[in-house]
Each structure stands twice: as structure tokens, then as C-alpha cells.
């Protein structure tokens, strides 16, 4: 299940870009939409929170508190922060090249750290996956290069690695609603106090804005943060790391169905490449639950 949880997840993040894409065309600004995204985010996790039937979930340690919270105040909003500053300076698909090297960051910095084994299993499917992801950016151009972006990009990276490796320390500690809830709300207080610095939101965008933001919370951000902490406690962080890289293959995919873009030769290869490394994770993920329950 954790596997399907994770591939889940990245569908809803993959997503993303394109209710993104339609919100920019309603007039919606880049920090307008991230504010609105993590505050309508936060409010209707604490909803579902507050009106999910059952026991209350036992209250957290203070530090355990903190460190979720700090999961959105600092991870997540510098993580967005980085990846739109850098947005602005290159071309998004060697953007997303870039971006998506934290799956072998993750794989690495765990192995380090002593929570998992780098068997070479792992890392051909690592390499493999990689693989797959770079043919399906470079099938659509990868643009001039920007330094002072790319280096943007590898702090987006970097900044999303650590958030993995920290929320995997507390992911057992909290149920994923509340540290859902936590995290989102850490992301609103940062968002919200910069927005507050800087003169307040931009709400002048047309009324369809409104509705591709609304996607982005309840699709992008709300059900893919909820899956993504499930999948992260039943498969680790490197797996969850290297499932999140058919992310880029949904965002294509939808493109191509949405917005006209064609899917090259490449491309589709690519696409091929990442869903059987995904199907050679997902079969080892279950034999290991199996073989753990005989």
C-alpha cells in the first residue's frame, strides 16, 4: 500500500503545474498563489481535523510540535521559495532537471545518516529511474542555462531533501492529518508574514483564479501531502524519493491533454523507463511486507 500512497501523491503533485498554469492565465501571481495555497490548505486540514470522527489524537511533544511546524515555516515555504525564485531566472524543464536530483540526494544522505542500506539493487533502479526522468525533461527542451538559477534550483533540492529527511524522524510520531495540518500551517504563518512585509496579497485576478487555486489546495496540496506522509511511513525515504520521480511523467502526460504539448519519441520512452523502475519498487515493496508478516 505504502508504494500506491506514494504514487498517489506524486499524480496530485504532478498536477500541480497545470492548475498552475491556468491560474497565472486568470492573473494570479506566483506569491499570491503559494499564500492562498498553504492558507486554504491549512484551513481545511484543521477542518478535517476537527470533524473526523473518532479519538483525538494524543497530544504531541513540544519538540515534536516545533519540528513539524518548522517542516512548513522553514522546509516547504524555503523549498517553494527557491523553486519560484528560480522560475523566474530558466527555463522550467532544466529546472525541474535539477530539481529532480534530490531523489539520489535523499537515497544518498540516508544511506550516511545509517537509516537505510544503498544496496546496488537500489541504486540501478535509482539510476534507472533517473534515467527516465532526464528523457522525459529533455524532451522538452531544456532552454539557456541561468548560473544564478541553477543554483537556485540546487538550493530547491537541496532544501526538499532535508524536508524529507526530517519528516521521515516524525512521520511515526504524528498521524499524517496532523502533521499534514502542522506542516501547511508553518507554510501559511512563514507566507502570510512575508506577504504582510510586503505590502499584502494580490487578490485582483479574474474569478476563474479562484478555482485553479482551489485545485491546487484540495488536489495538489491537501490529498498529495496526506498520501505523501502515509507512503513516506510504510516505504522510507528513498523509495518514497524515487516514486516521487513519476511525477514529472504526469505533468507531461497532462500537458500533452490539456494544453496541446506533444509527448517526442523520448519523452514516451522516458515515461516507459520510470513506470517499470516504479512497478520493480512497488513488487520489492510487497514481497518485503509479505515475507515481514509470514
Known sequence: ?????????????????????????????????????????????????????????????????????????????????????????????????????????????????????????????????????????????????????????FGAALTYTVYILVADTIVHRLPPLLLATLVMTGAAGTLGVRALLTGGPDLGFRPAGWFWLACIAVVSTVTAMLTFFAGLKRTGPSTAAILSTVEPVVTTTLAALTLGEFLTPAQLAGGVVVLCCVAALSVRQVDRTVAAAA
Not at 492562498?36 to 513540544?62: S, Y
Not at 544496496?119 to 524532451?139: H, N
Open 1 to 153: 500500500m505504502g508504494p500506491v500512497l506514494c504514487l498517489v501523491s506524486a499524480a496530485c503533485f504532478g498536477a500541480m503545474a497545470i492548475f498552475g498554469k491556468f491560474a497565472y492565465q486568470a492573473g494570479v501571481t506566483p506569491a499570491t498563489l503559494l499564500l492562498v495555497r498553504f492558507g486554504l490548505a491549512a484551513i481545511l486540514l484543521a477542518a478535517v481535523l476537527a470533524l473526523r470522527p473518532g479519538p483525538r489524537p494524543a497530544r504531541p511533544r513540544p519538540r515534536v510540535l516545533v519540528t513539524a511546524i518548522g517542516l512548513g515555516a522553514i522546509g516547504y515555504a524555503a523549498q517553494a521559495g527557491f523553486f519560484f525564485a528560480a522560475l523566474r531566472r530558466m527555463d522550467a524543464s532544466l529546472l525541474s532537471l535539477i530539481l529532480y536530483t534530490f531523489p539520489a540526494l535523499v537515497t544518498v544522505a540516508a544511506a550516511l545518516l545509517g537509516r537505510e542500506r544503498l544496496a546496488p539493487a537500489r541504486v540501478a533502479v535509482l539510476l534507472a529511474a533517473s534515467a527516465g526522468t532526464l528523457l522525459v525533461l529533455l524532451g522538452a527542451g531544456a532552454g539557456g542555462f541561468q548560473p544564478a538559477g541553477a543554483l537556485l534550483g
